[in-house]
C-alpha cells in the first residue's frame, strides 16, 4: 500500500510534532508511507473566505502532488473535507483523475478504522480526556454520530482511544459545540470567536478534563492560545500525539533502547 | 454596521449574552428530546425535503391550483410582486372597510415588508397580538428571533415596558402576573379591532385553504372577533396535498420550540358566514430565489427557527446584530441574495460547523449554502479590503512550494524572536485574547527528511 501524508500547512509549521505523531502511529500498523514535498495548503482559507479563484490553483496542484497514490492521509478532518467536498467548483465531474484523488484522501482515524480495520490499539494512557469534536470531521466526513442528527453513526475516535488502558472520559454538557476556530472567523469575528472557545473551554474544566484532544489542530490551535492565556490546566494533544504518547508507554523495554540510542 | 461590531457589543456585556445563548440551547435540547422521540425523524425529514422540493420544481401550477381553489371557497386572492405592492394591496382592502383598528397574529411576512409603519402612517392602529411581538412592539424595536421575537428581552426589562405602557406594578417581573396583565390588556385590543391579519404557515393546493400554528390562540381571536380577516404570505407557503400537513406539523413545532405540536393548529377553508377573507401572495424576490440552483432549496425552509436555536454565533450575539427580518444561518443567506450590498457581512457571521444544517427539519444544506454565498458575494464584487490582499498574496504564496517554506521560516523565525509587543500589536486580531502558537525551530518536513535519511543511511 502506497501512502501518502497530507500534512495540512499550518501543522508542517507549527505543529511539527503532530506531524510526526502521525508517522509514528502509521509505522506503528506497519504502513509504508511517504511524504511527497511538493504539497502546500489545500486551499481552504481561500475557499471558505469566498475567494473561489484564489484557492483554485492550490486545488489543482493538491490533485498534482497526490495523484498516483493508493491513499492520502491527513490528520486532519477539515482539510480532508475541503478535498473531498469543497473541490467541485475546481474539477469537472468527469475528472477521473482528481476523483481518484479526492475520494482517496482521508482523515486520519477514518483510515486507521475504515481501511485498516483497526479496533484495538495496544497503549496505555493514563488519563482523564476530554474530546473536543471538530465540526468538519463531525458534520462533514460524519466520523462520529451528530447530536442534532437522529442518524445512527459509528464514532471512529472513540471507539479507538477507549481501547487504551487507564483512559477515561470526560462527560460534556454539550457534546460536540463548536470552538469558535472557524478559520478567518477566528479574527474577522474576534469576539465571538472567542467566547465560543471560552464556553468549550469552560465544559471542559467542569467536567475535569485533563487532556483536550481533537482531530483538528486548527480548534485545538484556537482553544490552546485561550489557555494559555488564562494559564488554565488543561494539555492540549492531537489525537495522534496520544495515541503514539500512548503506545509508546508499552513499547517493549529493548526496542525503547534502541528506539533512543538511535 | 456589519455583524462583527454589533456582535462585539452584543458580548460585552458577557452576562448577558451568556444569558442569551443559555436561554437559546435550553431550546434547542428540548428539541433534541423530541426529535429523538420519533423513530422515523431522519425519515420525516426527507419527506418533507421532497416534498418542498417537488412543489418548488412546479410552484407555478399549484399556486394557480391554490388560487382556484381558493376563489370557490370564496376567498379573495391577491398578488404581490413586492412588499410595497403588498402593503397597497393591503391597505386598500382596509380602507375599502373603514378599518382604523387591526390586530395582527405573528407574521414574518409583513415584517419583511414593513406593514405595521406603512399602515400606522396611514392612521390605522396596528396591534401584535403575539404575546412576544407585543412586547417588542411597545419597545419600538424589531423582533430579534422569528418564532421567540422578544427572546432578547429579560423579564425585569418586560415588567418596566409593561409598567410604562400597561400600568402593571413598578418593579413586578413575575412572568405569571406579567402575561396575566398582557391577555387583559390584548383581549380589550382583539373586541375594540375592525379586522385581523394573520400569517400563514401552510397554504394547501388541492383545497384552498391554509393553516396557521400559534401557541397564544392570538390568531383565532385576531381573526374570529371581526368580520375582516387578511392572511399575507409568502409564495413559497404551499404544499399540494392536505396530507402533507401530516409531516410537516410534526416537523414545525418539535423543530421550533421542543413541542410535540403547537397548542393552536388553525384551518382556514373560506370565510365565515357574513365575514370576507382575503389572502396576499407575495413574490418579493422569491422567484429569484426559485431560479438559482444553487440557492433555491433555502425557500424551502418552514420557518421554525431551529438553526437560530442551534448556532452557536446567533446565541451569542442575538439577532438584531443580524439588522435582517430573518437572522440566523437561514436569514445569512436569504438577505445577501437579496440584497449583497446590504448584508455583505452576514455570510461570514458563521463557523462553518454544519449545526444547522443537521437540525433544519426540511434539510436545507445551509451551511454549505452560506459556503456558496461568500463565493457569490466575490464574483458580484461585494468583498475587498485587506482580507482578499491577504488572500490573494497567500494564494501566490503557497502556488509555490519554495516560495511556502520560505514564508514558513520567516513567520516561525519571527515568532520566536521578535519581542512581544510588536506580535501582539493592536493589528493582531488573534492576539487579544489568545496566545499564538510556539513556533518550532523545525518545520515537519524538514523533520521528516531527517528522520528518512537516519532509517535508510
Redesign the interface.
Known amino acids: 500500500m502506497n501512502v501518502a501524508?497530507f500534512?495540512p500547512?499550518y501543522?508542517?509549521?507549527?505543529?511539527?510534532?503532530?506531524?510526526?505523531a502521525t508517522?509514528e502511529v502509521l509505522e506503528h500498523f506497519g504502513v509504508k508511507h511517504s511524504?511527497p514535498?511538493?504539497?502546500?495548503?489545500c486551499?481552504q482559507?481561500?475557499?471558505?473566505?469566498?475567494?473561489?479563484?484564489?484557492?483554485r490553483?492550490?486545488a489543482e496542484?493538491y490533485v498534482d502532488v497526490f495523484d498516483g497514490y493508493d491513499y492520502i492521509v491527513a490528520p486532519s478532518g477539515s482539510c480532508v473535507a475541503m478535498v473531498r467536498h469543497?473541490y467541485s467548483?475546481f474539477f469537472d465531474s468527469n475528472n477521473a483523475r482528481a476523483s481518484t484523488v479526492r475520494e482517496r484522501t482521508m482523515e486520519l482515524s477514518e483510515f486507521l478504522v475504515n481501511v485498516l480495520n483497526i479496533s484495538c490499539i495496544h497503549g496505555r494512557f493514563a488519563h482523564k480526556v476530554g474530546i473536543h469534536q471538530s465540526?468538519?470531521g463531525?458534520?462533514?466526513l460524519r466520523l462520529s454520530p451528530?447530536?442534532?442528527?437522529?442518524?445512527e453513526r459509528a464514532d471512529l475516535l472513540t471507539s479507538l482511544l477507549e481501547t487504551l488502558d487507564g483512559i477515561s472520559f470526560s462527560t460534556l454538557q454539550?457534546p460536540d459545540?463548536?470552538c469558535?476556530?472557524?478559520?478567518?472567523?477566528?479574527?474577522?469575528?474576534?469576539?465571538?470567536?472567542?467566547?465560543?472557545?471560552e464556553?468549550r473551554i469552560h465544559d471542559h474544566l467542569q467536567a475535569e478534563t485533563e487532556i483536550l484532544t481533537a482531530g483538528d489542530m486548527s480548534c485545538l490551535?484556537?482553544l490552546?492560545?485561550?489557555i494559555?492565556?488564562q494559564q488554565l490546566p488543561i494539555r492540549v494533544m492531537h489525537f495522534a500525539e496520544l495515541i503514539a504518547e500512548a503506545i509508546q508507554s508499552v513499547v517493549p523495554v529493548e526496542t525503547a533502547n534502541k528506539r533512543n540510542h538511535? | 454596521m456589519s455583524h462583527p461590531l454589533l456582535a462585539e457589543q452584543f458580548i460585552s456585556r458577557r452576562d448577558r449574552a451568556a444569558w442569551h445563548d443559555r436561554s437559546l440551547w435550553f431550546v434547542r435540547e428540548k428539541r433534541d428530546r423530541q426529535a429523538n422521540d420519533v423513530p422515523e425523524w431522519e425519515e420525516l425529514r426527507k419527506f418533507a425535503s421532497d416534498i418542498k422540493q417537488h412543489t418548488m420544481s412546479r410552484l407555478p401550477n399549484y399556486l394557480e391550483e391554490f388560487e382556484r381553489n381558493a376563489k370557490a371557497l370564496g376567498v379573495h386572492v391577491h398578488w404581490a410582486v413586492d412588499g410595497d405592492e403588498h402593503n397597497g394591496i393591503v391597505h386598500s382592502i382596509l380602507e375599502r372597510h373603514g378599518v382604523k383598528r387591526l390586530v395582527k397574529s405573528k407574521s414574518m411576512l409583513t415584517e419583511e415588508c414593513h406593514l405595521n409603519p406603512f399602515l400606522e402612517d396611514r392612521g390605522i392602529t396596528v396591534i401584535d397580538t403575539d404575546l412576544g411581538e407585543r412586547i417588542v412592539q411597545l419597545r419600538n424595536e424589531p423582533p430579534s428571533h422569528i418564532v421567540l421575537p422578544a427572546i432578547h428581552i429579560r423579564k425585569e426589562e418586560v415588567g418596566a415596558c409593561f409598567h410604562e405602557h400597561l400600568g402593571t406594578e413598578q418593579g413586578a417581573s413575575d412572568p405569571k402576573y406579567l402575561t396575566e396583565a398582557a391577555r387583559h390588556h390584548l383581549r380589550e385590543q382583539f373586541l375594540a379591532a375592525d379586522a385581523g391579519i394573520t400569517g400563514v404557515n401552510f397554504a394547501i393546493a388541492e383545497t384552498g385553504g391554509f393553516v396557521v400554528c400559534t401557541n397564544e390562540g392570538n390568531a383565532d381571536l385576531g381573526v374570529s372577533l371581526p368580520k375582516l380577516h387578511i392572511a399575507c404570505m409568502g409564495i413559497e407557503k404551499l404544499v399540494p396535498r392536505s396530507k402533507d400537513l401530516g409531516v410537516f406539523l410534526r416537523l414545525l413545532a418539535r423543530s421550533a420550540t421542543g413541542q410535540p405540536i403547537t397548542t393552536y393548529t388553525s384551518h382556514f377553508h373560506g370565510p365565515r358566514d357574513g365575514c370576507e377573507l382575503h389572502v396576499v401572495l407575495v413574490d418579493n424576490g422569491r422567484s429569484q430565489l426559485l431560479q438559482s440552483p444553487e440557492f433555491r432549496r433555502s425557500l424551502n425552509c418552514i420557518r421554525c427557527g431551529a438553526c437560530m436555536n442551534t448556532c452557536p454565533v446567533f446565541r451569542r450575539t442575538g439577532g438584531h446584530s443580524y439588522e435582517s427580518t430573518v437572522p440566523g444561518p437561514i436569514g445569512s443567506i436569504l438577505a445577501p441574495f437579496r440584497d449583497p450590498d446590504q448584508h455583505t457581512s452576514l455570510p461570514f457571521a458563521c463557523s462553518l460547523c454544519g449545526s444547522c444544517t443537521d437540525v433544519c427539519p426540511v434539510k436545507i444544506d445551509l451551511h454549505h449554502q452560506l459556503f456558496a454565498m461568500r463565493s457569490r458575494l466575490d464574483h458580484q464584487q461585494k468583498l475587498g479590503g485587506t482580507k482578499k490582499l491577504t488572500m490573494q498574496l497567500a494564494s501566490s504564496v503557497l502556488r509555490h512550494t519554495w516560495f511556502y517554506r520560505l514564508a514558513g521560516r520567516v513567520a516561525r523565525y519571527s515568532l520566536r524572536w521578535l519581542p512581544r509587543f510588536l506580535i501582539y500589536n493592536p493589528l493582531n486580531g488573534w492576539g487579544r485574547q489568545r496566545e499564538l502558537p510556539s513556533a518550532p525551530e523545525q518545520s515537519f518536513r524538514r523533520m521528516y527528511e531527517d528522520r528518512q535519511r537516519k532509517e535508510r543511511p
Open positions: 501524508l500534512i500547512c501543522v508542517d509549521q507549527f505543529y511539527p510534532q503532530v506531524g510526526m508517522v511524504f514535498v511538493e504539497q502546500t495548503c486551499g482559507p481561500m475557499a471558505n473566505s469566498g475567494y473561489t479563484e484564489q484557492a490553483p492550490l496542484k469543497h467548483p465540526c468538519h463531525l458534520r462533514e451528530s447530536s442534532e442528527s437522529c442518524t454539550r459545540e463548536c469558535g476556530f472557524g478559520g478567518t472567523f477566528a479574527v474577522t469575528e474576534e469576539a465571538v470567536s472567542c467566547m465560543m472557545g464556553d490551535m484556537h490552546e492560545g485561550i494559555r492565556r538511535r
